[in-house]
């Protein structure tokens, strides 16, 4: 079935670099575009960023545009969320997805507190 498991949170300071992973199994993963997505504590999920199946092309959200990256290996069935100068109201629960799609993983929490 169809499974995708986050990691790489944690209590960061606000500021420096984070990389999220997600590992996808159950699909055609390098044909399927994918995304991310947040929910932050008390609040609804909030789209982050999608990329393309090759990579080749990436989109994001206003407040993360500059800052997060996203990227993916297809030989690794992986995705990447590269999270650059850090802020506070970056905290939340990030899950990778399926671009479209509902199923999530249970999340990687990233806490960003000084």
């Known amino acids: 079935q169809v499974q995708f498991v986050e990691s790489g949170g944690g209590l960061v300071q606000p500021g420096g670099f984070l990389r999220l992973s997600c590992l996808a199994s159950?699909?055609?993963?390098?044909?399927?575009?994918m995304t991310w997505i947040r929910q932050p504590p008390g609040k609804g999920l909030e789209w982050v960023a999608d990329?393309?199946?090759?990579?080749?092309?990436?989109w994001s959200t206003d407040p993360v545009k500059g800052r997060f990256t996203m990227s993916r290996d297809n030989a690794k069935s992986t995705v990447y969320l590269q999270m650059n100068n850090r802020k506070p109201e970056d905290t939340a629960v990030y899950y990778c997805?399926?671009?479209?799609?509902?199923?999530r993983g249970k999340g990687t929490l990233v806490t960003v507190s000084s």
């Open positions: 990329i393309c199946s090759d990579g080749s092309m990436t």
């Open positions: 159950g699909f055609t993963f390098n044909s399927s575009d």
């Open positions: 997805t399926k671009k479209g799609g509902s199923q």
